[in-house]
């Protein structure tokens, strides 16, 4: 009787496949690339916060410093505002702050040659100021002013502005100059603001 001998079994060489190199070939069976699972680790830090470091940061007490207008009296006859008037002194160097209060008013009448005419009237108080800034001048709509020297209190008060024109409450452009005491220099800077003006309708 013949024995039926059993062969030997053949080894599969992909079963000796090392684990490494069997994971490596599932991922191109399933269309991975190479490297994949080391790319989707998630970093230690979050991306925005590594973006965020990169970006120039803004001066400390920037956003504080910002130009304001509000009226605190408000009638017919009489406007008085407090305005803070921001102008940068140089890349790198402080700002020059300078806070004001605006009256700008109607103060009787008068006849002259059968017409009535008005006086304006125009005040401005240096209520704060950066160090080392002066008020040097200004010309704002009818009114100007030169070679002063008005430091925080300081109270300007311009001659009556006699005139047949009706009052207008609306916004004013002129220009303002600073003396910078420290660095010798004048800053002409612009000055946008709001006041009671003769109108262009004569009475």
Not at 12 to 22: F, G, L, V
Not at 162 to 181: S, V
Not at 182 to 188: A, E, G, I, K
């Amino acid at each position: 009787m013949s024995v039926l001998k059993k062969k030997p079994a053949q080894s599969n060489p992909r079963s000796k496949r090392p684990r490494a190199e069997h994971s490596g070939f599932l991922r191109r069976f399933h269309g991975e690339k190479p490297g994949a699972a080391a790319l989707s680790v998630e970093p230690s830090q979050p991306a925005a916060a590594t973006r965020e470091t990169l970006l120039p940061l803004k001066p400390a007490g920037e956003a504080e410093i910002e130009p304001s207008l509000r009226a605190l009296t408000r009638t017919r006859s009489s406007l008085v505002l407090a305005q803070t008037l921001v102008q940068r002194l140089g890349i790198g160097r402080p700002w020059a702050v300078v806070e004001l209060k605006i009256t700008t008013a109607l103060r009787g009448t008068r006849q002259v040659e059968g017409l009535t005419e008005t006086a304006y009237l125009f005040r401005l108080e240096v209520v704060k100021t950066s160090p080392g800034v002066k008020l040097e001048g200004f010309n704002l709509g009818p009114w100007r002013a030169e070679g002063l020297d008005l430091e925080a209190g300081n109270i300007f008060v311009a001659e009556p502005l006699w005139t047949g024109f009706q009052a207008q409450a609306g916004k004013l452009r002129g220009r303002i100059r600073l003396a910078d005491t420290v660095r010798q220099s004048l800053l002409d800077c612009p000055w946008v603001t709001e006041a009671l003006v003769p109108g262009p309708e004569p009475i």
